[in-house]
């Protein structure tokens, strides 16, 4: 499957942002999708996302009640919604795929095969 995310770009503190990933060559639905982050010299972390075939999401707990993902199967979509900005937020966030990894290793960003190119969000104080 290959993915392409877009969306990022500055905004200030307390703004909006919305990132769109798209999928192609694979159903979206039958992978587990998931938004990482990585900021300069820090490791890539998980943001949210879906296990396959799962209808509930996961969130890192700071992003919990700003960040909202979802996904549209019949798009072969998956949206980050994130509302409420911080500066702490800048990163390169990245959409990443994965038909095979087990429910506890969703966050673990080695487990994915699959990795859009990455878009650049930056929040200015």
């Known amino acids: 499957v290959q993915l392409q995310a877009s969306g990022g770009g500055l905004v200030q503190a307390g703004g909006s942002l919305r990132l769109s990933c798209a999928a192609s060559?694979?159903?979206?639905?039958?992978?587990?999708m998931s938004w990482f982050r990585q900021a300069p010299g820090k490791e890539r972390e998980f943001v949210a996302g879906?296990?396959?075939?799962?209808?509930?999401?996961q969130y890192k707990d700071s992003v919990k009640g700003r960040f909202t993902v979802s996904r549209d199967n019949a798009k072969n979509m998956v949206y980050l919604q994130m509302n409420s900005l911080t500066p702490e937020d800048t990163a390169v966030y990245y959409c990443?795929?994965?038909?095979?990894?087990?429910?506890?290793?969703?966050?673990?960003?080695?487990?994915?095969?699959?990795w859009g190119q990455g878009t650049q969000v930056t929040v200015s104080s």
């Open positions: 990443a795929a994965d038909a095979r990894l087990i429910l506890s290793s969703m966050r673990d960003f080695r487990q994915y095969n699959y």
């Open positions: 879906f296990f396959r075939r799962a209808n509930n999401a």
């Open positions: 060559g694979g159903t979206a639905s039958t992978y587990s």
